[in-house]
């Protein structure tokens, strides 16, 4: 196991961890499941738009760019786990499990895990000191670790510019949606435009990785679309029939805000939709090697059975890529937030313990 390999030497351990503990944050649990969970206006009077302060922080993901610019997190881009797992039901009826799962998957390989603080966007001294490399601690634009390439509307890594909105994938996206879904983006233009996604970035990107989790992110960002940014009045809860207009797409993707009188989902709602979007084209994990466009390979060790106990390992070993070697309150935090991320897998997964039990 990678866990048996030690990085830092004991004593670059001991110092660091001397300078840090005092800042560090005993990790609270995480918030259940809020007490109403039907659809209602969440771009209401308590939560108005407002435009960015010098200084906000906004990253890759439309959603929680929205919550912020409402005010459902803060509106700075820095948050703790508990804030973004309300928020993201609160302002869309994200589903408890998987609001959970991804903001904890987010927090141990892009946030800081001593002050518990996540920037949805890029590293800021607003998380606190830095526990010892290799940690990133870079926030949600950090590449290939959560967020990575074949965005819907960002670019590659590769091309810069990771957070600003794309206006040319995005009219990609129209074209997509008018050409399979009457103009709107519904399943069929999900599975379609995802596909499109990879192949694109095959042929453009001599960089183009494609391995977990980024592998099942990517399905993940074109179910939630939408999930998550479909008024939930429309009365439609058949996953078939949902159906997303472009001017309400835009109003997310670019301008990190809820359209006028919009209601969130009229039940809690997550990945609906991943593994029928994953079957309309079967692809397996992989990257382009020796910095070549329309040179794919793939990678028979990157996991790519969603919701399998591999996509759990393999998290926890990247995570261990992190933290090889954690010492006191460091090792507490990673033991309990890794806990806390496997909830939604201890019906049918045996628990990974790299770090022991407190």
Not at 76 to 101: D, L, R
Not at 293 to 318: A, H, M, Q, W
Request: with cysteine; glycine share 10%.
């Amino acid at each position: 196991m990678l866990w048996l390999t030690v990085c830092l030497s004991e004593r670059d351990q001991d110092a660091a961890m001397e300078r840090l503990s005092g800042r560090a944050v005993y990790p609270p649990s995480p918030p259940g499941p809020i007490a109403f969970n039907g659809t209602k206006l969440v771009n209401d009077e308590d939560h108005p738009w407002k435009p960015l302060r010098k200084g906000d922080i906004r990253g890759p993901c439309p959603g929680l760019n929205t919550l912020a610019s409402h005010g459902y997190l803060p509106r700075n881009g820095v948050a703790t786990p508990a804030q973004i797992i309300t928020a993201a039901q609160e302002g869309f009826n994200m589903a408890h499990g998987a609001a959970v799962t991804a903001t904890y998957a987010a927090l141990l390989v892009d946030g800081n895990l001593l002050t518990n603080l996540l920037s949805i966007g890029g590293k800021t001294k607003r998380t606190g000191p830095d526990p010892p490399p290799p940690a990133i601690v870079g926030g949600l634009n950090t590449h290939d670790v959560f967020e990575g390439d074949a965005s819907m509307t960002r670019a590659d890594a590769f091309f810069g510019d990771i957070p600003s909105f794309n206006q040319t994938l995005f009219d990609q996206l129209v074209d997509f949606s008018n050409r399979y879904g009457d103009g709107y983006y519904n399943l069929t233009v999900a599975a379609e435009y995802r596909y499109h996604l990879i192949q694109q970035a095959i042929a453009t990107n001599p960089n183009f990785t494609f391995v977990s989790p980024r592998y099942f992110t990517a399905y993940g960002e074109s179910a939630f679309t939408l999930n998550l940014f479909v008024d939930g009045r429309d009365n439609t809860t058949a996953l078939g029939g949902r159906r997303l207009d472009m001017d309400t797409a835009l109003s997310f993707f670019r301008d990190s805000r809820f359209p006028p009188d919009f209601h969130r989902a009229s039940r809690p709602t997550g990945t609906d939709g991943v593994r029928e979007i994953m079957a309309a084209y079967p692809f397996k994990p992989g990257r382009n090697v020796d910095g070549k466009i329309n040179n794919f390979v793939e990678d028979p060790t990157s996991p790519s059975d969603f919701g399998g106990c591999g996509l759990y390992e393999d998290f926890v070993e990247k995570v261990f890529a992190l933290y090889p070697n954690p010492k006191g309150v460091l090792r507490r935090n990673l033991i309990i937030n890794l806990h806390f991320f496997y909830g939604v897998f201890a019906s049918r997964c045996e628990e990974a313990l790299p770090y022991g039990t407190l």
